[in-house]
């Protein structure tokens, strides 16, 4: 899919933000913890989601995507890897969080490696490190295309995670579910979808302590084996990606439904560039722990921050949060200094933005210097191989005025349904074509 864009058009209306696809993808693998038939809420119709059903729906597990959007996950009586969809388990990531639970299911088996976006060198090593201290040792294939995982004798343990990894500590913590005892992990990530996957895990039973802190304590259980409900929430990634198009398009917005503890660092940076917005009362998502609220964006006259712009683990800026940035300093008076810290490869991406007109330079390979105000031009141009930084060009393009062209848009259709469609009710012209 291509999408055809005539942009400079100015916005307006109200979005509401959608289900967060990490949350999503790690309720979807948690799943298999439970013997029993497990009901996802509201889950996003996305290309990651699609991956990661033919996968579980190749080895045996039958899913049933309702009208409503539910998804029903009934486990087979024995997992078939045999069988597995290679095709679709490479081409995401989110597939390395298959292995707490068939390291449980199965004990000795292998898993193809993962992939997913393309933001340079990405080591599984927090995740092989911590695993092995639960018993759960991993090994890549002499040719790197799969990993060899070996269960010995599980055992709960007190484990330091080296890397505050996201898909790490979910790894540790549907591990440690099923490990009876208590499992301390410590400089664990804190960030939203880790939060959502302590509250599922909770609803199976399974106590956990320090939620929303950088220490979790896991007191696991024997078995997980009866109708579970999870309800992922709402993904403050897309809350940040309106929130940019309404600055790069000088456009006054509502967004909807927004996870404020995981934004307010964001808002406070871009108050301090000088946007003018209005944060909405407070009210509780669907499982009871994530705060929302609706976010109106108002037409401002921005300027460069008086620091670099970076991401932190939680309560920072989020990583995946970082590169809106870049698009919002195109349009900022002065120069905008953008440190992508924790990709190898990612800022090159960022650089795309050049071919719109943007001024900007790539200081190093995580460093990138954006200078504003710039009048942004239409372009032909395919889709970065990630999927933020392919949103942030789309971003761009609705600014500029003229006929864009972005090509294979697969890596936005991984993490936004029907984008398209929800960005031409805001008076956006966007078209898919073939």
Avoid at 81 to 110: D, Q, V, Y
Avoid at 136 to 151: C, L, Q
């Amino acid at each position: 899919m291509n999408y055809k864009v005539t942009g400079g058009k100015r916005l307006g209306g109200e979005v509401t933000t959608n289900i967060s696809k990490n949350a999503a993808v790690a309720l979807l693998c948690a799943s298999l913890l439970n013997k029993g038939t497990t009901t996802l809420k509201r889950m996003p119709r996305i290309e990651e989601v699609n991956r990661l059903i033919e996968v579980i729906e190749s080895i045996g597990v039958k899913v049933v995507w309702e009208e409503n959007g539910d998804i029903k996950i009934v486990p087979p009586q024995k997992i078939d890897l045999f069988k597995i969809n290679r095709a679709s388990a490479e081409r995401t990531r989110s597939i390395a969080m298959f292995i707490p639970a068939l390291a449980h299911l199965l004990g000795s088996f292998e898993l193809p490696t993962p992939g997913g976006c393309d933001l340079g060198k990405r080591s599984l090593g927090a995740h092989i490190d911590a695993l092995a201290r639960l018993g759960i040792d991993i090994t890549a294939s002499a040719d790197k295309k799969s990993y060899h995982i070996e269960t010995s004798e599980l055992h709960p343990a007190e484990i330091v995670m080296y890397e505050a990894s996201d898909t790490g500590v979910e790894n540790v913590l549907m591990a440690a579910a099923l490990i009876p005892g208590q499992t301390t992990i410590k400089f664990a990530s804190a960030n939203y979808m880790v939060q959502d996957l302590c509250v599922f895990l909770q609803s199976c039973g399974v106590r956990i302590e320090g939620i929303g802190t950088s220490t979790l304590v896991v007191h696991g259980v024997a078995e997980i084996n009866a109708d579970i409900t999870g309800y992922p929430s709402e993904d403050p990634i897309e809350s940040m990606f309106f929130i940019s198009l309404a600055v790069t398009t000088d456009s006054e917005l509502i967004i909807e439904r927004c996870p404020i503890d995981f934004l307010e660092l964001e808002l406070l940076t871009l108050e301090h560039m000088g946007l003018d917005y209005r944060r909405g009362k407070d009210y509780m998502a669907e499982n009871g722990s994530a705060r929302l609220c609706d976010i109106t964006v108002r037409r401002s006259k921005l300027h460069a921050p008086p620091e670099k712009i970076a991401p932190r683990p939680y309560p920072g800026i989020n990583i995946d949060n970082l590169p809106f940035f870049v698009p919002i300093a195109t349009q900022a008076n002065g120069k905008t200094l953008i440190h992508d810290w924790v990709y190898e490869g990612r800022a090159k991406h960022y650089m795309e933005m050049t071919k719109l007109g943007a001024k900007m330079e790539l200081i190093d390979t995580h460093r990138v210097e954006v200078e504003g105000p710039t009048k942004l031009h239409a372009v032909d141009i395919k889709a970065p191989p990630a999927l933020r930084p392919a949103t942030i060009i789309l971003i761009g393009m609705l600014a500029a005025e003229g006929e864009s062209i972005l090509r294979d848009v697969y890596p936005i259709n991984r993490g936004y349904e029907n984008l398209h469609e929800r960005l031409t009710k805001l008076g956006a012209s966007v078209e898919a074509v073939e």
